[in-house]
């Protein structure tokens, strides 16, 4: 049974940073390619940012490029989103993904989310 466990998340003041995890079980980690996404209240779910198999191709929404920065380790199954200048706007619950295939929308395994809230 794959699972993908986000953490991470919390209050913080703009202009501060934040760092989430996903740990992932059940699947051949370095196999997945590994995505964060978005909801806002309101709002439908968006791609936040990719990254390949093997670390070496990642891909990032306009909104957060030179902002956010996805990395993992296939040795610890685990992705990484390091968030800097966090903006009110930035406000959502963030889940992990995992699909066998690099793309921004349609991924197979979800996790469950955590809470990201910045205050202005």
């Known amino acids: 049974q794959v699972q993908l466990v986000e953490s991470g998340g919390g209050l913080v003041q703009a202009g501060g940073s934040l760092r989430l995890s996903c740990v992932a079980s059940?699947?051949?980690?370095?196999?997945?390619?590994m995505g964060w996404f978005r909801q806002a209240p309101g709002k439908e779910r968006e791609f936040v940012a990719a990254?390949?198999?093997?670390?070496?191709?990642?891909y990032y929404a306009d909104s957060v490029q030179g902002r956010f920065t996805i990395s993992r380790d296939n040795a610890k199954n685990t992705v990484y989103l390091q968030m800097n200048s966090l903006k009110p706007e930035d406000t959502a619950v963030y889940y992990c993904?995992?699909?066998?295939?690099?793309?921004?929308?349609?991924?197979?395994?979800w996790g469950r989310g955590t809470q990201v809230t910045v205050s202005s």
């Open positions: 993904a995992a699909d066998r295939k690099v793309n921004m929308a349609n991924y197979a395994y």
């Open positions: 990254i390949s198999w093997s670390g070496g191709r990642t």
């Open positions: 059940g699947l051949t980690f370095r196999s997945f390619v």
